[in-house]
């Protein structure tokens, strides 16, 4: 039982909930019949609702009859790049006909394609296009979301990438923490200046992105397509400079040793791992680096080398789940798609698949001290489900159990919400 001593003022109470607190516990940290109590956008109190405190209850504002309903924490996709112009639809149909995402990428499509139509928006038509895809995201329960840039690649397409992250921080209930994912492609005026171009990341760029303290972290794309071992340590070496913590696409289309660099950097994640090795499992582990998987592109490119889960699992590595949500190999805005995708193709259990959305996913974020279970002290940022076992929301697909979002300790207002408030 918590001990916390009564704050003050009490917001809001919750209680007739089950709290899947993903506290690591129990399995889903459950607390049958329990009560949430809210302060200053803050949990205030998470417990067994015969617990609390008296003091409590009488002096919360507002108290929501929550009828049964599972609580979790609210959802992190901690990887997405939802901001871009245009459409791959073209590359899916090419894919469909027998091309491979490697050869469309060599022959100038892929990721500098929609770097072309990004270029070409601008920040009102970004904003409205991306805000569209993160409704979408959000409507299931997502109350963080990472969001990288990467389809500019010119210093002015992603520092306005970047801006309309904070755009649409501003607009939508949601948190944002943006990424500077520049060493993603090469663009066409550096081609064949592959070092060159990253000079231009390192040299211009990262202390552009530092000064303006416009992204939170700093992504590579390190593959045979995107950008070697080399250039990735020297981006590595560039943002821990200026004080950026590093993450990396690790190991999607072949064992780059980019998982274990990335270890080496102290790097927040590396995502992807598709063909991960053993040491790169230990080295992650040894450093505490998040394992990413983004089964919704493993599932759209039609991936048949599945990430060493049994791996991750024996060394440790906390595993976190996101959409990768992006026009080329993953156009997904279902987080509880990949909730399944993650049971269904990469076997992990359905209470994995939920700490990936929660507590990992703001492990992956350097949240986890802010975010990601329901314990006092931490954000208020949950979300009440129509579901009697959180295990449903990796059984269902293309079913949104999502009754409320609660943000900062505050209901989101929703036209699916019906409340039972009371005053007290
Ligand atoms: N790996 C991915 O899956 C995305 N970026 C990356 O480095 C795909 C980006 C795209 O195809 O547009
Ligand atoms: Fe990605």
Same mark, same amino acid.
């Given at each position: 039982?918590?001990?916390?001593?009564?704050?003050?003022?009490?917001?809001?109470?919750?209680?007739?909930?089950?709290?899947?607190?993903?506290?690591?516990?129990?399995?889903?940290?459950?607390?049958?019949?329990?009560?949430?109590?809210?302060?200053?956008?803050?949990?205030?109190?998470?417990?067994?609702?015969?617990?609390?405190?008296?003091?409590?209850?009488?002096?919360?504002?507002?108290?929501?009859?929550?009828?049964?309903?599972?609580?979790?924490p609210?959802?992190?996709?901690?990887?997405?790049?939802?901001?871009?112009?245009?459409?791959?639809?073209?590359?899916?149909?090419?894919?469909?006909?027998?091309?491979?995402?490697?050869?469309?990428?060599?022959?100038?499509?892929?990721?500098?394609?929609? =770097?072309?139509?990004?270029?070409?928006?601008?920040?009102?038509?970004?904003?409205?296009?991306?805000?569209?895809?993160?409704?979408?995201?959000?409507?299931?329960?997502?109350?963080?979301?990472?969001?990288?840039?990467?389809?500019?690649?010119?210093?002015?397409?992603?520092?306005?990438?970047?801006?309309v992250?904070?755009?649409?921080?501003?607009a939508?209930?949601?948190?944002?923490?943006?990424?500077?994912?520049?060493?993603?492609?090469?663009?066409?005026e550096?081609?064949?200046?592959?070092?060159?171009?990253?000079?231009?990341?390192?040299?211009? =760029?990262?202390?552009? =992105?530092?000064?303006?303290?416009?992204?939170?972290?700093?992504?590579?794309?390190?593959?045979?397509?995107?950008?070697?071992?080399?250039?990735?340590?020297?981006?590595?070496?560039?943002?821990?400079?200026?004080?950026?913590p590093?993450?990396?696409?690790?190991?999607?289309?072949?064992?780059?040793?980019?998982?274990?660099?990335?270890?080496?950097?102290?790097?927040?994640?590396?995502?992807?791992?598709?063909?991960?090795?053993?040491?790169g499992?230990?080295?992650?582990?040894?450093?505490?680096?998040?394992?990413?998987?983004?089964?919704?592109?493993?599932y759209?490119?039609?991936?048949?080398?599945?990430?060493p889960?049994d791996?991750?699992?024996?060394?440790?590595?906390?595993?976190?789940?996101?959409?990768?949500?992006?026009?080329?190999?993953?156009?997904?805005?279902?987080?509880?798609?990949?909730?399944?995708?993650?049971?269904?193709?990469?076997?992990?259990?359905?209470?994995?698949?939920?700490?990936?959305?929660?507590?990992?996913?703001?492990?992956?974020?350097?949240?986890?001290?802010?975010?990601?279970?329901?314990?006092?002290?931490?954000?208020?940022?949950?979300?009440?489900?129509?579901?009697?076992?959180?295990?449903?929301?990796?059984?269902?697909?293309?079913?949104?159990?999502?009754?409320?979002? =609660?943000?900062?300790?505050?209901?989101?207002?929703?036209?699916?919400?019906e409340?039972?408030?009371?005053?007290?």
């Open positions: 039982m918590p001990d916390n001593p009564t704050p003050e003022i009490i917001d809001a109470l919750w209680v007739n909930a089950q709290l899947a607190t993903m506290k690591p516990d129990n399995p889903y940290g459950m607390i049958k019949n329990g009560a949430i109590a809210v302060s200053e956008g803050k949990l205030a109190w998470v417990g067994h609702e015969k617990d609390l405190p008296a003091e409590i209850r009488s002096a919360a504002t507002r108290t929501h009859n929550a009828r049964g309903a599972c609580i979790t609210g959802l992190i996709d901690c990887h997405t790049h939802l901001i871009y112009g245009g459409s791959r639809v073209r590359e899916f149909e090419l894919r469909l006909l027998g091309a491979s995402y490697e050869e469309i990428s060599r022959q100038g499509g892929g990721i500098v394609s929609t =770097v072309s139509a990004t270029r070409k928006a601008d920040e009102d038509r970004l904003f409205h296009e991306s805000g569209r895809r993160l409704s979408a995201i959000i409507s299931e329960g997502v109350t963080t979301v990472e969001v990288k840039s990467g389809y500019g690649l010119d210093l002015e397409t992603e520092l306005r990438m970047l801006r992250a904070k755009m649409l921080e501003d939508f209930p949601v948190t944002v923490c943006p990424t500077y994912l520049g060493a993603h492609a090469l663009p066409e550096y081609r064949n200046r592959s070092d060159e171009y990253i000079d231009f990341v390192c040299d211009r =760029v990262i202390p552009a =992105v530092a000064s303006q303290q416009i992204a939170q972290a700093v992504d590579v794309f390190c593959e045979t397509i995107g950008f070697s071992l080399e250039q990735t340590e020297r981006v590595f070496k560039a943002s821990r400079d200026r004080g950026l590093v993450k990396l696409h690790a190991e999607q289309l072949s064992d780059q040793g980019g998982a274990a660099l990335a270890a080496r950097y102290g790097a927040l994640s590396a995502d992807h791992l598709e063909y991960l090795s053993e040491d499992a230990q080295a992650m582990a040894a450093s505490g680096t998040v394992a990413v998987l983004l089964p919704g592109a493993y759209f490119l039609r991936e048949t080398h599945l990430p889960i791996l991750l699992r024996r060394y440790g590595v906390p595993m976190a789940l996101a959409t990768d949500c992006n026009p080329g190999s993953s156009p997904a805005t279902s987080p509880l798609l990949m909730l399944n995708m993650a049971c269904t193709l990469f076997r992990l259990t359905p209470e994995e698949a939920l700490a990936g959305v929660t507590r990992f996913g703001a492990a992956a974020l350097g949240l986890g001290k802010v975010k990601g279970t329901l314990e006092i002290g931490k954000d208020a940022d949950f979300v009440l489900w129509d579901i009697s076992d959180p295990a449903e929301l990796a059984y269902r697909f293309g079913f949104n159990p999502c009754r409320q979002v =609660v943000r900062n300790g505050t209901p989101i207002e929703s036209d699916h919400f409340d039972d408030t009371s005053n007290t």
